[in-house]
């Protein structure tokens, strides 16, 4: 098995998006990607610890491909909005090279294709930081079918 972190905006519509893929084993939710060693809940939604909402995905590489996962996560926001710095930022936290490689070739395709300059983030992964029980499949537990709230 093998691990894949993205941040695609809010986290619950991204975890949604890969949940259910066959050949994805878990996902769960929470933090990366910040200057703070152990923030709080409280301080992660100030904003001021510079940590992005991420889905963490684990895979069978046997079953889909990490190339399969970037797909879905370059068709499921827009790459080309930027947030800096903000909790719901487009970014991809790569494991090893080879990761790092495939983000790097999928990029440029995208962008070729957009025809628009992409924004996302590329870092590798550092610590993850799980967001509350409560956030966890939280769309899938409430019948929700995206993040957006209609007024």
Not at 24 to 50: F, K
Not at 60 to 73: M, R
Not at 136 to 150: D, N
Request: hydrophobic letters at 35%; glycine letters at 8%.
């Amino acid at each position: 098995m093998k691990l894949a972190t993205f941040a695609a905006g809010c986290f619950w519509g991204a975890e949604e998006s890969y949940r259910t893929l066959k050949g994805v084993i878990s996902t769960r939710v929470g933090y990366m990607g910040g200057h703070v060693a152990n923030p709080t809940d409280d301080a992660l939604h100030t904003g001021t610890t510079g940590h992005a909402e991420v889905v963490q995905v684990e895979y069978d590489p046997a079953q889909i491909s990490y190339e399969q996962l970037l797909d879905v996560f370059w068709t499921t926001h827009d790459p080309t909005v930027p947030n800096p710095g903000g909790l719901e930022r487009s970014a991809i936290f790569f494991h090893d090279a080879e990761q790092k490689a495939a983000i790097e070739e999928s990029r440029r395709n995208v962008q070729s294709k957009l025809g628009k300059s992409i924004v996302t983030e590329v870092e590798p992964a550092s610590i993850f930081h799980l967001a509350d029980e409560k956030h966890q499949q939280y769309l899938f537990k409430h019948g929700l079918a995206t993040c957006e709230v209609k007024a």
